[in-house]
């Protein structure tokens, strides 16, 4: 079992900037996929960004260029840098870590965006 535990979130005007953290208990954190999800009110959950193991990313096309996701192997961390946020960014984020049948969630953190 990984714990995941988020820290980060909060209140934020439009325009601005919030840095989520996402620590995991794992010793081989440096295997796990890690990802950052969100889920809006009345919404699906969906993929934010994601990074591999070999440090590949991915992001949803409403983020590209706004956010970017990174990792620190050795603190076992992995850290969601968002710029420029909107409105439409308000949700619950979720962290997330996948490696075999090892699928794991956090408890997930609220990121609201004041217009």
């Known amino acids: 079992q990984v714990e995941l535990v988020e820290s980060g979130g909060g209140l934020v005007q439009a325009g601005g900037f919030l840095r989520l953290s996402c620590e995991a208990s794992?010793?081989?954190?440096?295997?796990?996929?890690m990802g950052w999800y969100r889920q809006a009110p009345g919404k699906q959950r969906e993929l934010v960004a994601a990074?591999?193991?070999?440090?590949?990313?991915n992001y949803a096309d409403s983020v590209k260029g706004r956010f970017t996701i990174f990792r620190d192997n050795a603190e076992k961390t992995v850290y969601l840098q968002m710029n420029s946020l909107k409105p439409e960014d308000t949700a619950v984020y979720y962290c997330?870590?996948?490696w075999g049948p090892g699928n794991y969630w956090g408890q997930g953190t609220q990121v609201t965006v004041s217009s």
């Open positions: 794992t010793s081989i954190f440096s295997r796990y996929r």
């Open positions: 997330n870590a996948l």
């Open positions: 990074i591999t193991s070999g440090g590949s990313t």
